[in-house]
């Protein structure tokens, strides 16, 4: 897996390139987009949460910019997972030449996927980053194990894109199965609300999930300036490992049937 990507990362770098260049390709702003949309999901979800409904999270100073910040850091975390599996079932299908007509590596299609949501999760992170010294005066050494924090999340965003890939191809329902379990997710996992809001009898269910402690160890390290909790990096991590090696076996062994299906 990782000598195969390896091999095609000029491959992988002129697509990612190519894709979010693509993206907002005719548009009067272009790549500034890529700041004014996470700008505007910030002013939106903080007006209707620490506003309307008077949010505020379980610690800290309470204020209506903290929340803000809070939920953008939580949002910007579950918007890489939730972007690539979004797309991973159609990724074969709206790629249907690459598997006709001549030899190419599949297997990069869910990594430009990921590649693409990571360059807008930068740019938001930047904007978190700049919003945090402007509003707070802050600035966490902490914010640079950023990369160590998202990697179970990213090894677990590819192991299940590559799954989620080949059974798309075979089964189109499938990509509208996953738009629905998204959401659920999204509002599953604690971004607009602290987990200590939720019953504690049920919080088992939001702990066992790996997207929560990713989320929360982006807050832990951005917002708050504490280190992640390496018990679940770690073990994180392993699972997410295995996950990514058995979606990339189970990619490998079913790719020669797609030619007959599309």
Request: net charge positive; aromatic share 14%.
């Amino acid at each position: 897996m990782v000598a195969s990507l390896w091999q095609n990362h000029e491959l992988i770098k002129q697509f990612v390139k190519r894709e979010v260049i693509g993206r907002y390709k005719g548009s009067y702003l272009g790549l500034l987009w890529s700041f004014l949309n996470p700008l505007f999901m910030l002013a939106v979800y903080s007006f209707v949460f620490s506003v309307v409904f008077e949010a505020k999270w379980g610690m800290g100073t309470g204020s209506k910019i903290e929340f803000a910040l809070v939920l953008f850091c939580g949002l910007t975390t579950f918007n890489i997972f939730g972007e690539v599996i979004s797309r991973a079932p159609h990724l074969i299908i709206a790629n249907v030449n690459y598997v006709k007509k001549v030899v190419f590596p599949l297997e990069i299609l869910p990594v430009v996927a990921l590649g693409s949501a990571l360059v807008q999760a930068a740019i938001s992170l930047a904007l978190l980053v700049g919003a945090l010294v402007v509003f707070t005066g802050i600035f966490h050494w902490t914010m640079i194990m950023f990369p160590l924090v998202l990697l179970p999340q990213l090894l677990l965003v590819l192991g299940a894109s590559w799954f989620l890939a080949s059974l798309g191809t075979f089964l189109r329902d499938i990509g509208h199965v996953v738009a629905i379990i998204v959401q659920v997710l999204m509002f599953m996992t604690p971004i607009f609300y602290p987990l200590t809001a939720v019953p504690e009898k049920l919080r088992w269910l939001f702990e066992i999930s790996p997207i929560y402690h990713v989320v929360d160890d982006m807050r832990r390290i951005f917002i708050w300036g504490q280190l992640p909790s390496w018990s679940w990096l770690i073990l994180n991590i392993l699972l997410s490992s295995c996950i990514a090696m058995l979606g990339y076996v189970w990619f490998q062994r079913t790719r020669g049937g797609f030619a007959d299906v599309l």
